[in-house]
């Protein structure tokens, strides 16, 4: 069974700051994998998928990297920004069926 | 409207009750999905529907029953419920291309359910 692992569980850092944030999964036999952002009860908004034949995807700030090998992936936050804080969810597909997710990461970045 | 809608976005109801959540979806997919999400748990899959067909239940009680009756409308059909039922209800629809590894999967704002 698929399990998905994210590190830090909380991260709070000064505003402008690169940070990084980290997700494993135990099974590499992946479709694809997504990192998506939660605020406070509010639905989910897809950020990124990177697609297992891939080994990064950017957009703006947000730069995500995926080693299927060794069952990792990681967010980078480039200049962080106070509207950055949220939960960040790391997910991964295993082809024709739902994703698995990790329990996200929640990030504050102070003004 | 655009993306994925549901409703109603906040639902109580005693253990006695029979209740409907909807979701919409104006994308064209193909695929759409229920998920749970509990306090302090990760998102947990509930229903996949491909085509209108249910392709996956994860385990999921009796007292949710899904239905899906075309590739734009999915509903989840709650009874006799439990207070550790309450939860995010958030539903999902990706492309669903067979064999195609971009199935980006798109969220809805979620029904907050308080069982009492």
């Known amino acids: 069974k698929q399990e998905v692992t994210q590190i830090p569980a909380a991260l709070s850092v000064p505003e402008g700051e690169n940070l990084v944030l980290n997700c494993s999964f135990t099974?590499?036999?992946?479709?694809?994998l997504q990192w998506f952002r939660q605020d406070p009860g509010k639905g989910l908004t897809s950020l990124l998928l990177i697609q297992s034949s891939q080994r990064e995807q950017t957009s703006g700030r947000l730069n995500a990297s995926l080693d299927k090998s060794s069952g990792r992936s990681t967010l980078y936050i480039a200049a962080s920004q106070p509207g950055d804080s949220a939960t960040y969810l790391c997910a991964v597909s295993g082809g024709a069926d739902g994703l698995t997710f990790g329990k996200g990461t929640h990030l504050i970045i102070q003004p | 409207e655009t993306g994925v809608t549901q409703t109603p976005r906040h639902l109580v109801m005693g253990m006695t009750n029979k209740k409907s959540l909807k979701c919409e979806q104006h994308?064209?997919?193909?695929?759409m999905y229920w998920y749970k999400q509990s306090a302090k748990k990760p998102l947990e899959l509930m229903f996949v529907?491909?085509?209108?067909?249910?392709?996956e239940n994860n385990s999921v009680p009796s007292r949710f029953s899904p239905e899906c009756p075309n590739s734009s409308h999915l509903f989840l059909h709650l009874h006799t419920l439990q207070p550790e039922d309450s939860a995010l209800y958030l539903c999902?629809?990706?492309?669903?291309?067979?064999?195609?590894?971009?199935?980006?999967?798109?969220f809805g704002p979620g029904t907050r359910l308080t069982v009492l």
């Open positions: 529907y491909n085509f209108k067909e249910q392709t």
């Open positions: 099974d590499s036999a992946i479709y694809n």
């Open positions: 994308l064209g997919h193909n695929a």
């Open positions: 999902a629809s990706s492309p669903f291309l067979a064999g195609d590894s971009y199935n980006e999967q798109f």
